[in-house]
Structures are given as C-alpha cells and as structure tokens.
C-alpha cells in the first residue's frame, strides 16, 4: 500500500512533467545518471522517513504499556488493601460490640444469653470476611487465626462472669488487646495504600479515623452503662467520661477537616450532613447531658435498659460516614484500576500499530530496492545512448522527476514564502485575540468617527454589560448611555456622562487622560491617542485595590489586636493637639499599664491575654469622651491624650475612672481574671509642650505609681526625673558589678536551739557599691530579677556558698536562697551540679531556699525542677512561710526538708497573739511532716524562749550574729557555742 501511495505521489507527476521538460525554460537540464539517482534517494529517503516517524511512536507506546501495566498493578494493590483494611474495621467494631454487650448483660438483672449468641455470630462473620479480604490482599491470615482462638477462650471466661456477676474487667481488657491487634493489620494495610495510592490513603486513614470516633463513643456509653447499671462511677472514671467527650469533638472536627480537604463526593458529604445532624446535633447533647449528671454523682434519669435501646440505635449513627468513607476509597481503586487495563489496553494497541507499521515499511524499502536500481540502471543506459524510444517506459518517468524535482524546488520556495506570511499573519491573529480576551483590563477601540472598531470580553464585565448588548459599529454616545444603564455613572444622565468624557477625549494629548467611575465599584479609565485619529480606551476594576488601600492605611495606623490607634497615630493627634496647647489650651497624657497581665499570660495562656486587652480596650473607651484619644502602644501598655477639659481636674476624674473600672474582675472563657491598672499623667504646657518630653514624663509618673504598690495613678513631679536617672544610674553599675568584683557573699549563723549549736550558714549576697556603699539586697536583688540578671548572679553565689563550706567542718551545711526567676531557666540543675562539682561539697550539705512565688507560675515545670534537685541529695527548704496564698497546698505537692517562719511572725510575737499561735501551728505541722522549723528575725532571749519552747527546731538573727565574711564563719561557730551554753 506504502508503495502505491509513493507512486502515485510522484510517479504521475513525472509522467504530467515530461512533455514540458524541452519547453520549460526556468528547468535545469537533467544529466545522465542523475534523474535514476534522484527517483531511487526520493523513494528511500520516504520509506526510511516512515520508519523514523513510527519508531519513536512504538518506543513510546511500549513506554505507556509499562506504565499502565504498573498503575494497573498498584490500584489492585489499593482494591484489594482498601477491603481488606474495611473488613478489619468492621470485625474492630463487631468486637467492640460484642464486648459491650457482654458488660450489658453482665449488668442486666436477668441476662439474655441469645443476645450475647447473636452478638458472638455476628463478630465471627466479620473475622470470617475479614480473612477473606486479607487472603485476597495476599497478607497472612494468621492474626485473624489467633484473634479467634482468643475470642473463644475470652468468651468462655466472658460467659462465666456475666453468670457469676464477677468483674468483667479481665475480658474487657483481652476484649481490647484483640482491637488493637485488628488495628495493628489496619495499619499494615493503610501504608500499603498510602504508597500506592496518596488520595486513597486520606480516605481510608479518615474512614479509620472515623471508627476510632465510634470507639470514643462507645467508650463512653460504656463508662454510662455502668452508671445506669447502678454500678457507680469512680473519680477516676468520672474524668475519663470528661476526656472522652472533649476526644469526640475534636475527632470529629479532624475527621470534618480532612474530609473537606480531599474533594468529596456529593454522597460522602451527605453522610458527612446526616452524622453532624442525626448525632452531633440531636444525640450527642443527650450524652453530654448524661456525662455531666455522672460526673456530678446524681441519679440516672432512665433505666439501664433504656439507655441501652437508646445508645445502640445512637452509637448507629456513626456508621454511615465510615462506610461512605469505605465506599468512597473503593470506589477510588476500583476506578483506578479500571483506568489503568483502558490505558494499557490502548497503550498495547498502539503499540501493535507501530509494529506493523515499521514492518510493512521495512518490507516495502527491501522489496523496493532491487527492481528500482535495475529499472534506473536500464533507464539511465538507454538516456545515455540517446534511445528515448527504448527507455520511454522508466526513462522518461525518472526523467520527467528530476524535472519535477526542480519545478516543485521552484513551486516549493514560492509556497513556503506564501505559508510563511500566511501563518505569521495567523499567528499574530491569534495572539491579538488572545491577548485581546486574557487582558485583566477592558479596552475598546474607537475610530475617528467615535464608531467602535475593537472591544474584548473584560470590559463588558467591568462595565457590568452583558456581551450581546455591545456590537462593533456603535458609538460612543450609545456605548456611554449603556453604560449609564448599568449603574457606572450615579447621580448623571447620559447626556452628561457623554458630555463629560467628551471633555476628557477633546483634550487628549501624547500623554493620555485618566478618569475614573464610582458607584458600588471603582472603575479607573484611561484615554490614550491613536496615531491618526480615534482613541483607545483601557477600564480597569480597582475596588479591591481602593479597599486594599484603605486596609493597609487603617492598619498603619491602629492596633491589629484591639483595633485601637497605634503609636503612629496617637503620635500625629498628638503633635495636632500640642499646637492648640501652645495657644494657651490644656491637655494631659495618661500612661496606663496593666497590673498583673503576666501572670495571666504565664497562667492561661496568650490567647486569653489577648481576650483581655480587648476587653480592656472595650473598657477603656467606655471610660472616655469622644474627644479623648487611646492608643495601645504594644504589650499591656495604652496611652491616653485627653485634649478637652479643666487640668490637672479632668485628668485626675478620668484616672480615678479607669482604675475602678479595670479593678472589676474579667470573665473570660470562664476564667475569672482580677487584674488592676497603674497610671502616670503628664499635663501640657505645665510639664512640657514637647510630645517626647511630655511622653517621658508621663512614663516616669506611672514608674512611680508601680512603685509605690500599683492601682493608683501619679501626676508627674519634677524629683522623678533625678529618681529615675537614680535608677538608670543603678541598673548600669548593676549590669558591671559582677565582672568589676563588687560581689561579696556573706554567712549567718543558722542554731539548733536543742543541741544549742551552729548547725550551718545562711549566704546573703553583698553588694559594695563604688560611689554609694553598700547597696540593700531589696533594691538591688528586684532590679537584678527585672534586668535578666539574675541567672548569672545566682550562679555565682551558689559556686562561692559550695566552694566557702567546702572549707567546713563536716556537717555544717549552707543555705542559698534562689529566685523565683532562677526556675524559669533551665539552667539551674546544671548550675547546682556544677557548683557542686567545682567544690566537691557534698549535696546533703547543700540547702536550696526557695519562696512561694517560685511556684506561682508554672507550678508543674517548677515541681520537676525541685524533684531534679531533691534527686541529687539537695536539700530543699520552704522560705517566708505564712505570708503567701497557697503554701499549704505546696507542702502537700513535694515534700520539702526545712519551713522557713517570716521574721514578721517572729517580730510580733510580743504584740499580738495570732503570731504566736501561727508559729505553734507551723511547728506542730512541720513536726507532723517531718520537717525542720528554723525561725528567722530572732533578735531577744525572750523571742529566743518563747520559739524554743513552741518546738521550733532552728533559729537565725542578730541575736546570734548578723551575716559575716566566710573568714569569720568558724569563730562564729565557737563563740554562738559558748554564748548558748551561758543562756542554757
């Protein structure tokens, strides 16, 4: 066929050619031997085109073979694991059925056997299918196997307590380790989907997601059926129902999510839309309902068997998303893999194609080679002796194609030039069009007449015009009064709206016009010169942009969490407000931070805090006249310009105001949050008609506020500038104390009062400041803690307190105290241990002080720090004991060696009764503990004897010594020696 083709292509073409060859001018002659050279390359050179055209073809189809064959093999691994891994599901649920079943009957006054048969029947039909599945996925059926002969023993073991009313806990456990058996093979099966199939491992790993949730909640109607079985429930249990029902909700909400997001079927939403209703909406609020009543220890309000027929047919409810989940992977495999045999199968028939192709050219080119060369060779020997007649048959034909051959080269420039400006001309066509329709803005085209030449799809959606009403050849004052129809030009008729856009288009000039239409959206437009005459017109739809615009103006300038004015802002009312000040007009600058967020923070976390700086926010601006400006200036800190008013009058009301009504406690997500306000005030032009200046003094006012116990407000007074360069003066020699030496750490003696010796030393830490002397530890160890200092410093004092009593005679022992700070870095454990090692102190001689507030915040990190400590022998003492909120509840949460009693209890024990009564209830608790009591502050032998005889076990003052420089710890231990045996 290939070889007639080839004939008739060029064979009567020759013939048509050679009784013009003597008369065709613009043909080269033809030499002897050249037209038989040029037939025989022609026919070649078209059957070995032919084979290279089919063979990239066959390797490709042979390519797409493999591949479909592959894919076909993977979706049958995804058919048959996705069954295999339902089945198993089922057989989990038939299990967990079964087994709340047998609790039921376990419960029943009078149990019904031929219920718990036709619960056993049903969970060995699921195995039964179960097994089947596996086999066909080829995986091992020897976990079903076993599962059985387990099933079986357990059942008896079941049947027996159910007869007996024993407890059902054994079977139930067995009942679970058979679960999670089928959940191991359910796993097994799932990454075997997964890496065959990404899509349908989501599906199954959601369907596996969704028996989980009917486990969750079979779960709990099991904990409830015990409940109204009349069985009671356990504490334990009671938070366990509590867990279980917030597990069921966030279940469902991952299984909803991961739904969402693998593109479900109409049907797989529709079980999505009947489970969230018939169970989530109607059924679950009944079981949180009867959780709560459990919890709260009252009585069922229905029968056992009640709520049996109504949790069955509830826990039912959530079968139908499994299975859609189920139906909706197999589905996906059994589609994949019908996909894959079609693609294969037409893969495999190109593929044959391409074979026969190849070998019908491959036998046309063998069988056309030989007769061709002797017909040439014929042809050429008789063109060459000049026997035109003899040759006529071959010769001439092979003559007449080397003529053809150089008309059509002739024909074939011509055509090619033709084709060439033929498809530019189409191409450019094409990409006007294209770039015509795909253009985001709108143009349209007038000529010199205003008659429109060109206008594209996007213009008539922008102008809100439906695409039939605009046609080529109307005006612009017909194009602009359809328009006005369409609501683009408010308030103008079209008359108006022509005659307006006339004035832009008389104007035109190199650079353009801009104009731009409002209404419900904002159209920009511009008007741009032809050369010649006409004009074109772009539209564009900036109504997201104006509104981004907006957007972005209003969030620079206010608060994204409050949505109060930010630091910029406040900033420039501020500068405006100054200008009316330096007229003669009074303003005040309120500085406000809150008292105590930290700890909400730190406590409830910073979704919370957020809640509460809205809240304060919402707050504040009720507090405030529309005059009045708040800006939040970041963290819990706000400022107020208020630019109306009698001064210092208005601004003492409004603080007065605000600290009252931030003083209210917040309720916040059911938590109840008592926070307070401190407040510094500025007045212009008295302190200053400068923004900086007056901010300055407004921050330093509210300085003095925090200082002098928060919850108030200060107006600011000249001395606080000197206090607070006082303090900036502190802080920087406080930030080079250390590494300038400026250190020291002294030693107070601590005395058994019973044996009437010094039993070990107290480590206060000394600062000898250059210019002021000595610093007092209360103003230097609170700014240490504000500045980050302390972890360093601490550090320190611990390596010197080890390293001086390492000196000691065993066993006096050291206390240090630690900061409440030192607990939020991980680092002190390894600080003590290095200490420890540095000096090779033993760590019972070590005793760490610690105060309430170190266990304030973050309590549970806080326990694992001591527990660490306690682990290496450390010692660990309670210090400033009485004067917290909760110390009782500490004592009960680690077991601490030492009670530290206040010096405030100790001072008034010559005043007041309560103190003493409080120091005998210590050390008779400590005493029951098994706690040392070391009384602190003890300056007289009547405090002395009075602690003696309450049992206190330890005590420390100037009584016995102040603190002292380690070289003097040793004389201190034998001179409080003799003094006491004096006293005794």
């Not at 030499?31 to 059957?47: C, D, I, V, W």
């Not at 190109?350 to 080679?369: E, F």
């Not at 309450?950 to 420089?965: D, E, H, K, V």
């Amino acid at each position: 066929m290939i070889k007639r083709v080839f004939d008739r292509c060029f064979d009567k073409r020759v013939s048509a050619y050679a009784a013009q060859e003597s008369d065709s001018p613009h043909l080269p002659p033809v030499g002897a031997g050249q037209a038989p050279r040029r037939a025989l390359n022609m026919r070649s050179a078209f059957l070995a085109g032919c084979i290279t055209l089919v063979l990239p073809g066959l390797a490709a189809s042979g390519h797409d073979v493999v591949q479909a064959w592959t894919a076909w093999r993977s979706a049958q691994v995804v058919t048959r694991e996705t069954r295999a891994v339902a089945e198993a599901m089922r057989a989990s649920a038939a299990l967990m059925l079964e087994r709340g079943e047998l609790q039921a009957q376990g419960l029943a006054v009078t149990p019904d056997f031929e219920i718990l048969a036709r619960g056993a029947a049903a969970t060995d039909l699921a195995l039964a299918h179960t097994r089947s599945a596996l086999l066909e996925a080829g995986a091992s059926t020897a976990l079903i196997n076993q599962t059985q002969e387990i099933l079986s023993a357990t059942r008896i073991r079941a049947m027996e307590v159910v007869r007996n009313r024993a407890s059902f806990r054994a079977p139930s456990e067995q009942f679970a380790r058979l679960i999670e058996s089928l959940d191991a093979e359910m796993s097994r099966a799932e990454r075997a989907i997964t890496l065959a199939s990404p899509s349908t491992g989501v599906l199954v790993g959601l369907a596996r997601g969704s028996n989980d949730l009917r486990a969750i909640a079979g779960r709990r109607g099991q904990l409830l059926s015990l409940w109204t079985g009349g069985q009671g429930v356990s504490p334990a249990q009671k938070d366990e129902l509590l867990i279980l029902t917030g597990r069921l909700a966030g279940a469902w909400d991952r299984i909803q999510r991961g739904i969402a997001a693998a593109r479900p079927t109409p049907g797989l939403v529709e079980a999505v839309k009947i489970t969230e209703k018939r169970f989530f909406v109607q059924e679950e609020p009944w079981y949180r309902e009867l959780a709560k009543t459990a919890v709260a220890g009252a009585e069922p309000p229905l029968s056992h068997a009640q709520y049996r027929r109504w949790t069955k047919i509830a826990l039912g409810l959530l079968v139908p998303v499994r299975e859609a989940l189920i139906s909706e992977a197999s589905a996906q495999g059994e589609g994949a893999v019908s996909a894959a045999l079609r693609r294969m199968l037409v893969s495999l028939g190109l593929a044959l194609l391409s074979v026969c192709l190849v070998m019908a050219a491959v036998v046309v080119l063998l069988r056309g080679l030989v007769d061709p060369v002797r017909r040439i060779t014929a042809a050429t020997a008789a063109l060459a002796n000049g026997n035109i007649t003899a040759s006529k048959p071959v010769g001439s034909r092979l003559t007449e194609v080397a003529a053809m051959e150089a008309a059509v080269a002739v024909f074939r420039n011509n055509l090619v030039s033709l084709h060439e400006r033929e498809t530019e001309l189409r191409g450019t066509n094409l990409r006007f069009g294209a770039a015509l329709e795909n253009m985001s803005q709108g143009l349209t085209m007038y000529d010199a007449r205003e008659h429109l030449t060109v206008f594209n799809r996007r213009f008539c959606e922008i102008v809100g015009l439906p695409p039939d009403r605009i046609k080529i050849g109307m005006t612009f004052r017909e194009v602009v009064a359809l328009s006005v129809e369409a609501g683009n030009f408010p308030g103008q008729s079209a008359e108006q709206a022509y005659a307006d856009r006339q004035g832009f288009i008389s104007r035109l000039d190199a650079s353009g016009q801009h104009d731009e239409l409002t209404g419900e959206r904002a159209i920009a437009v511009r008007y741009q010169p032809m050369t010649g005459a006409g004009w074109v017109s772009t539209y564009e739809d900036v109504t997201e942009r104006r509104a981004a615009e907006a957007c972005i103006a209003h969030m620079a300038h206010h608060d994204g969490l409050t949505g109060l004015a930010n630091r910029v802002l406040f900033r420039e009312e501020m500068d405006r407000a100054l200008i009316r000040a330096k007229r003669g007009d009074s303003l005040a600058v309120l500085c406000l931070d809150l008292d105590r967020f930290k700890a909400v923070n730190d406590t409830l976390g910073h979704s919370v805090g957020d809640t509460l700086l809205k809240s304060v926010a919402e707050r504040l601006r009720g507090c405030m006249r529309d005059t009045d400006i708040l800006a939040r200036l970041g963290g819990d800190e706000f400022v107020i310009l208020q630019v109306a008013g009698d001064q210092p009058v208005g601004a003492t009301a409004l603080a007065r105001r605000i600290i009252e009504t931030i003083g209210s406690p917040f309720d916040l997500d059911g938590h109840r949050v008592d926070i307070g306000t401190s407040i510094g005030i500025a007045v212009a032009p008295d302190d200053g008609i400068e923004a900086d200046g007056l901010l300055k003094s407004a921050d330093m006012a509210l300085y003095q506020a925090k200082g002098d116990g928060r919850g108030a407000f200060r107006f600011f007074e000249a001395g606080m500038n000197a206090k607070m360069q006082l303090r900036r003066g502190l802080e920087i020699h406080l930030r080079q104390a250390l590494g300038r030496g400026e250190f020291a750490v002294h030693f107070q003696p601590l005395v058994e009062l019973e044996a009437g010796e010094v039993s070990g030393f107290e480590a206060l830490l000394r600062w000898d400041h250059p210019t002021r002397g000595q610093v007092p530890p209360d103003q230097f160890i609170p700014l240490a803690e504000e500045l980050g200092l302390i972890g360093s410093i601490g550090a320190w004092v611990l390596r010197e307190a080890c390293a001086a009593a390492a000196a000691w005679p065993a066993p006096l022992s050291v206390a240090v105290n630690l900061s409440p700070v030192q607990f939020r870095n991980r680092q002190l454990v390894l600080d003590v241990v290095g200490a420890l090692g540095a000096s090779g102190l033993a760590p019972s001689r070590l005793e760490l002080e610690i105060t309430e507030t170190a266990m304030l915040f973050d309590t549970d990190a806080t326990l694992a720090t001591l527990r660490q400590l306690k682990e290496l022998g450390v010692r660990i003492a309670m210090d400033d004991f009485g004067t917290g909120y909760s110390s009782l509840s500490y004592l009960r949460k680690f077991p601490f060696d030492k009670i530290k009693i206040d010096r405030t209890f100790v001072r008034d024990l010559s005043v007041t009764e309560g103190s003493l009564a409080i120091i005998r209830a210590v050390t008779r608790l400590a005493a029951d503990l098994g706690m040392v009591t070391t009384a602190e502050g003890v300056e007289t032998h009547e405090q002395l004897a009075t602690l003696r005889a309450q049992g206190c076990t330890q005590a420390q003052g100037y009584l016995f010594s102040q603190a002292r420089p380690a070289n003097e710890a040793l004389g201190l231990v034998r001179s409080i020696g003799r003094s006491m045996k004096d006293v005794a």
